[in-house]
């Protein structure tokens, strides 16, 4: 840890340098709120969102709050290491063309339904889920739009990995936007300016109850996307490589709220943009396309909730770098390593690697909470 802010009617440990203004204005929302146990930890990739700072943990007492979760309930990583140790260019091409063809990116979705066995089994008591279950249907195994990508990559291990960044596509945003509405109006006699993006609804209750089955539904979304989309690109790496083996598949989510045992308390820890990292447990923490990403061991640090940071994160909001970055340096970055990269035009600045903090400072500042295992450096980056 960094530092501790004391001001608030909670503390606030940081684990981040470089937090802005904004950023702590929204810890010390959270940090007033009189449901909060213990303390609010932000991670070293933290930066502003809505509500709650990305990169944020927050547990709380009998209570759970939508916007602390976030819009892509269930948003994270899977990765897998390949036998493989080399790729040559013509076939590392001819691979990214053939995922391109076959995993929808973007705001596009497949044309035809996917089977109903890949989706999680039980449908919750809600009623956005049975809403958007066709939708879904036309969502899973497609990666979505943003800072999602899939990678391929060569670890300091000597193997080729496979990452994947994905979450719960348009059926977690409705879900979510669903429930903070809800939350809002449950509220709306307590708000303020100043917490009106942190609604609660109280576990007990039948919005609660229901927020809480269909969030746990939309991670279990999330996560058999990720599978899905996993499984279509070994198909493609084995048409290529027919012995190829596949090892040591390690998923993670970084937007959702579980209920964990911390200081002496059952409480609802609301991880946003930030990973699990309890004694031992297996994590993904990437950085941005033109960076490296590690394979990491959690270290349970009871300080951040067992948590650590979900990648680099931002240090410009999308339109400034759209704005600021130098196209042509950005593109030589990537070219100059070798990287088959997603920058084609200004636009797609809004996920150059000028636009996210360096990796390995936001690693130095989480040294009590991971342990790197594997560097992973990108050879192909697919975006949306």
Not at 16 to 36: G, R, S, Y
Not at 172 to 183: D, H, W
Not at 189 to 198: D, P, W
Not at 308 to 335: P, W, Y
Request: net charge neutral.
């Amino acid at each position: 840890m960094i530092r501790e802010i004391n001001s608030e009617r909670f503390p606030i440990k940081l684990w981040v340098d470089d937090a802005d203004d904004e950023t702590l204005q929204q810890a010390k929302d959270l940090a007033n709120l009189p449901f909060i146990h213990q303390h609010i930890a932000l991670m070293p990739d933290a930066h502003v969102g809505f509500g709650m700072p990305i990169g944020g943990v927050a547990a709380t007492i009998d209570v759970i709050i939508p916007n602390a979760v976030g819009v892509d309930i269930g948003c994270g990583m899977c990765a897998e290491k390949t036998n493989l140790t080399e790729i040559d260019s013509k076939t590392l091409k001819s691979i990214v063309g053939k995922i391109r063809n076959l995993i929808p990116v973007g705001h596009t979705w497949h044309k035809k339904p996917q089977d109903k066995k890949r989706m999680p089994q039980g449908i919750p008591q809600g009623k956005v889920v049975k809403e958007e279950f066709e939708n879904a249907l036309h969502q899973i195994g497609t990666l979505g739009s943003g800072n999602h990508f899939i990678e391929i990559q060569k670890g300091s291990d000597g193997f080729i990995w496979i990452m994947i960044h994905s979450g719960s596509r348009n059926l977690g945003k409705k879900v979510a936007e669903y429930y903070n509405r809800l939350a809002i109006e449950k509220n709306k006699a307590h708000l303020n300016k100043n917490n009106r993006q942190l609604a609660h609804l109280w576990v007990d209750s039948q919005e609660g109850r229901e927020y809480i089955d269909e969030m746990n539904f939309c991670v279990a979304f999330a996560f058999e996307n990720r599978k899905l989309m996993m499984e279509r690109i070994i198909d493609v790496f084995e048409q290529a490589f027919p012995n190829i083996e596949i090892q040591n598949f390690i998923n993670i989510a970084h937007n959702f709220a579980a209920l964990e045992y911390h200081f002496g308390k059952d409480v609802w820890v609301h991880r946003k943009g930030a990973t699990r990292a309890r004694l031992g447990e297996w994590g993904i923490i990437p950085g941005s396309q033109g960076a490296t990403s590690f394979i990491v061991m959690g270290l349970g640090n009871p300080m951040s909730f067992e948590s650590c940071s979900h990648g680099a994160g931002r240090k410009m909001g999308r339109n400034q770098a759209i704005e600021t970055l130098d196209f042509n340096k950005e593109v030589e970055h990537l070219e100059k390593q070798g990287i088959l990269h997603s920058i084609r035009t200004r636009r797609d600045l809004e996920e150059a690697a000028g636009a996210y903090k360096d990796i390995n400072r936001v690693m130095q500042n989480q040294a009590d909470l991971i342990k790197p295992i594997i560097e992973l450096h990108p050879m192909a980056v697919i975006k949306g």
